[in-house]
């Protein structure tokens, strides 16, 4: 299982960016991310509590993230679980300058962290073929 998530995160790392699909009422809502780590075999991501995003997955915790390197997208969906302390979200903004500005005291914006159960991560290709599967 641990090998499964080194794997997904290896992917997420060597395109850079990725999409996170949620739902806003009845229609689908996507935006860029880069944020991901891997701790205790299992992938965190972080965004802001006080964005849309993070009330969505409040209200649908299904969501997707979408990546793509070269002809291969990776395609991780399942149900978000959200960090019930604050520990990791400090622990990654203390060692970022960048979101050092954008958590603050000042700001108020705290970083929400979550990971994702009951999840599959599929490595496609370009015609949609299935070459890996995971399921966490």
């Known amino acids: 299982m641990a090998e499964d998530a080194e ?3 290896e992917f ?3 395109a850079g960016v990725f999409f996170l699909a949620t739902v806003d009422g009845d229609k689908p809502k996507n935006r860029p991310l880069g944020l991901h780590i891997l701790k205790d075999g299992k992938i965190y991501f972080g ?3 006080h964005k849309d995003v993070c009330k ?3 209200e649908n915790p299904n969501v997707e993230i979408v ?3 070269e002809t291969d ?3 991780y969906y399942g ?3 959200f960090e019930e302390t604050y520990d990791m979200a400090e622990a990654i903004i203390a060692g970022n300058e960048f979101l050092q500005g954008l ?3 000042e700001t108020g914006f705290k970083m929400a962290i979550f990971h994702l159960e009951e999840a599959t991560a599929e490595i496609r290709d370009v015609t949609g073929k299935i070459n890996e599967s995971y399921n966490f």
Request: net charge negative; charged share 30%; aromatic share 8%.
């Open 73 to 75: 997208f990776l395609r």
């Open 7 to 9: 794997r997904i995160d």
């Open 67 to 69: 990546a793509l390197v």
């Open 103 to 105: 958590y603050n005291d």
């Open 47 to 49: 965004v802001g509590d």
């Open 56 to 58: 969505q997955m409040q």
């Open 79 to 81: 149900k978000v679980v």
């Open 12 to 14: 997420m790392t060597e």
